[in-house]
């Protein structure tokens, strides 16, 4: 066989496996729609339901395994609170239950009616072992979602780039030390004040540095970097109101900044010094959105210098923060960066008022996981 045929022949079963894998996915999303669509469970569902979770309470595991051959549903929450299995067995800290309904892929990110996840219930209950259980697992789905999506593609990047788009083409205002958009909800809020100081602390820790800061907002971050006195203070910004905002402050004629206005994807590319200091915090962006700009990073950052980002991450709950910043140590690793999470209590988000006029509360935790990532040492 020619080269080409082989390349030819290897080519065709690539694409028979794609397309086996495709419909694969496929019917599974037509099995759980569907499971979807039935509403209610039966009597018999019921019965089987309440004895399984009664079971799992037990630590009663060969009986667990018995109601779940006979058709009991894994993820039965027809309890008050909505709970499944995997929330009572993680309340209760039965390690080996944890595991067995893991194994038998009881999704990890459940919740229950008051929003609460498995994970949370062993973390309030002190089970330690069985929490590092869950965030592993939460860790290894979450990227093997991401290679999935790798291999049959991800419509996800268009959606990203038309939601920070919409957020772009919306007016803005400034009301009361917080930063809003057209549905109330806070682009960037006053209380971030100590989180954005220690930012500015770990990534210019001396006077005349090279700095660069993403996503204006408040101003916050800029103005604790101005006290550095840095010799060349970047600052990308995309929105035109903040734009507008900045200069009226005359943050064009302070000594050392480049005001860079444009969208980041359009503006890092255009950038020819190296920093010593790099923050990025935008809004309207996803998760997918702050891996590609980790990726732009090694070509920014001088070979000592510090990268920082504004660490949202699951912040309405503990338990996937800590996934999703064990996944982005995970990205930055592969990218030749390390990241160090230093913790800092942060109490501001609590207090009387702050989130008067706000649609949407987007941080309820009480530490906050300051990234530091430098160049991974050969
Ligand atoms: C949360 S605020 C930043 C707050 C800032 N760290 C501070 O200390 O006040 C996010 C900012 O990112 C800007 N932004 C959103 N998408 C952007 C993009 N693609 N490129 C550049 N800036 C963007 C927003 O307009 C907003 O000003």
């Not at 667990?64 to 209760?92: I, S, V, W």
């Not at 790798?150 to 996800?156: H, T």
């Not at 919409?166 to 205002?173: G, M, N, W």
């Amino acid at each position: 066989m020619s080269a080409v045929q082989e390349q030819e022949t290897k080519k065709q079963k690539l694409e028979q496996e794609q397309e086996a894998a495709q419909e694969t996915v496929q019917e599974t999303v037509e099995e759980i729609e569907q499971e979807e669509e039935e509403e209610g469970y039966t009597e018999e569902d019921l019965k089987l339901g309440h004895e399984l979770i009664a079971a799992v309470i037990a630590n009663d595991l060969e009986k667990a395994k018995a109601l779940l051959e006979q058709d009991a549903d894994l993820c039965f929450n027809g309890d008050d609170l909505g709970r499944t299995p995997l929330h009572h067995a993680a309340e209760h800290g039965h390690l080996d239950m944890v595991n067995w309904l893991i194994s038998e892929k009881h999704p990890y990110n459940l919740t229950d009616k008051n929003e609460v996840t498995a994970g949370e219930l062993a973390l309030k209950n002190n089970h330690e072992q069985v929490y590092k259980v869950l965030v592993d697992h939460g860790v290894r789905i979450e990227l093997l979602i991401r290679a999935m999506k790798k291999v049959f593609g991800d419509e996800g990047d268009d959606e990203n780039a038309i939601a920070n788009e919409a957020y772009l083409s919306q007016k803005l205002h400034y009301d009361d030390n917080k930063l809003m958009d057209e549905n109330n909800d806070a682009v960037m809020m006053g209380w971030e004040g100590p989180l954005m100081v220690e930012h500015a602390k770990v990534m210019c820790p001396k006077e005349g540095l090279n700095v660069i800061n993403v996503g204006f907002g408040l101003g916050l971050i800029d103005s604790e970097l101005q006290k550095y006195k840095p010799k060349n203070h970047y600052i990308i910004e995309a929105h035109p109101d903040v734009y507008a905002h900045m200069l009226e402050l005359g943050w064009d004629k302070k000594e050392g900044v480049k005001i860079l206005f444009g969208r980041w994807q359009d503006m890092v590319p255009t950038i020819d010094i190296q920093f010593d200091g790099v923050f990025f915090d935008t809004y309207g962006e996803f998760y997918d959105d702050l891996k590609a700009f980790h990726e732009c990073v090694p070509k920014m950052l001088h070979e000592n210098g510090v990268y920082t980002w504004f660490n949202g991450l699951g912040a309405t709950n503990q338990f996937f923060q800590d996934i999703y910043c064990e996944v982005s140590e995970i990205d930055l690793r592969e990218i030749g960066l390390s990241t160090e999470y230093i913790e800092m209590p942060i109490s501001t988000w609590a207090e009387q008022g702050v989130w008067d006029g706000v649609r949407q509360k987007y941080w309820v935790l009480d530490t906050y996981k300051l990234p530091i990532c430098k160049f991974l040492k050969q």
